[in-house]
């Protein structure tokens, strides 16, 4: 079965600093990964996702992840962080682009001014 | 489009009580899912119709939990018995199953169960 590992619970980084969130999947064959941001009080959005192709993906918000065959890995990153972008960061994983999409635990992001 | 809507956004009851959850999707979605979030914790997946037929059940949906989609539009989430272990973020999300496939998600109904 896949799963999604996120190693890190808390990260905390400077405003205008860069980030990077790390992001783990167990899944056999060709996963389709995901990341999600939530904010208080607010739902799920998609930053941006990997089906195939250009492993280096662009996101919203100035998002981008890398996806790592080698590594089972599919990290995000930010060059500047802004206030606006504390919140919770899930990395997630699905078998196929409409299926049900299994989550990691969340890491949650705080920004120092 | 107004997006994912849930109703209501937040429900307390006691133990033993049913309670009803509504997902009214984006209008154009086929597929509707739901997903339960606890806290320190990611959503998880529930159940998920394409149309008005479930296709696909967690473990985690015990019998105490009956969802539908009547007419292939909204769709309705039903704990009986409620148990404080209930108590989460009850998440509804909607895509299409050609396109994007993006899966918007609702604000979610918190239930909390005393």
């Known amino acids: 079965a896949q799963s999604v590992t996120q190693p890190d619970i808390h990260i905390t980084v400077s405003e205008g600093a860069s980030l990077e969130l790390r992001c783990n999947y167990s899944y056999g064959a060709t996963p389709y990964l995901f990341w999600y941001v939530q904010s208080p009080g607010q739902g799920l959005q998609l930053l941006l996702k990997y089906f195939s192709g250009d492993t280096l993906v662009q996101g919203i918000k100035g998002f981008e992840a890398e996806f790592k065959r080698s590594q089972s890995s599919f990290n995000l990153r930010k060059p500047s962080v802004h206030w606006s972008d504390a919140a919770e960061y899930f990395c997630?994983?699905?078998?196929?682009?409409?299926?049900?999409?299994?989550f990691g635990k969340g890491t949650r992001l705080h920004i120092l001014p | 489009d107004t997006g994912v809507s849930q109703n209501p956004r937040h429900k307390i009851t006691k133990r033993g009580q049913n309670v009803t959850f509504r997902c009214d999707p984006i209008s154009e979605h086929n597929r509707l899912y739901w997903y339960r979030q606890t806290l320190g914790q990611g959503p998880e997946f529930l159940t998920y119709?394409?149309?008005?037929?479930?296709?696909?059940k967690s473990r985690l949906l015990s019998d105490r939990f009956s969802a539908e989609r009547p007419k292939g539009s909204f769709s309705t989430l039903e704990i009986q018995r409620t148990e404080q272990g209930d108590s989460a973020m009850y998440l509804c999300?909607?895509?299409?199953?050609?396109?994007?496939?993006?899966?918007?998600f609702g604000p979610g109904t918190r239930l909390t169960v005393t």
């Open positions: 119709f394409q149309n008005e037929a479930q296709l696909e």
């Open positions: 997630a994983v699905a078998t196929n682009r409409d299926d049900k999409i299994i």
């Open positions: 999300a909607s895509s299409h199953s050609v396109g994007s496939y993006e899966q918007y």
